[in-house]
């Protein structure tokens, strides 16, 4: 199983971004897919989950109102849009499969709870 995230890079404050999670080695429509952000000496934090049908999404406090994630399952695709970017959303963000089978449970994972995790892409957000 392989997790590629894309489409990091360095925004100005205000701006948007769209986060891509392409899967390959899975059952992509089987997972429920989320999104997580870490910044040095911190733990990896929730951002944005979505379930295997897109019938369920969450969205962590920090980006609600300004984020969005979706899937495409043709194209085995998780995303991340985020518009509004402060400089408390720079960090590395990964996305994450194979976690627990309630969505509601993923705000509080941590990373040994699931099974599989992007490489990570870094997003700077500049003031």
């Known amino acids: 199983v392989q997790l590629v995230d894309l489409g990091g890079g360095l925004v100005q404050a205000g701006g948007s971004l769209r986060l891509s999670c392409v899967a390959s080695g899975l059952t992509f429509y089987d997972y429920a897919m989320g999104w997580y952000r870490q910044t040095p000496g911190k733990e990896r934090e929730f951002v944005a989950c979505?379930?295997?049908?897109?019938?369920?999404?969450l969205y962590a406090d920090s980006v609600k109102g300004r984020a969005t994630i979706s899937r495409d399952n043709a194209k085995n695709t998780v995303y991340l849009q985020i518009h509004s970017l402060k400089p408390e959303d720079t960090a590395i963000y990964y996305c994450?499969?194979?976690?627990?089978?309630?969505?509601?449970?993923?705000?509080?994972?941590?990373?040994?709870?699931?099974?599989?995790w992007g490489q990570g892409t870094q997003v700077t957000v500049s003031s």
């Open positions: 979505i379930g295997a049908n897109a019938d369920e999404t």
């Open positions: 994450a499969a194979g976690g627990p089978p309630s969505l509601h449970h993923w705000s509080w994972s941590t990373v040994a709870d699931f099974a599989y």
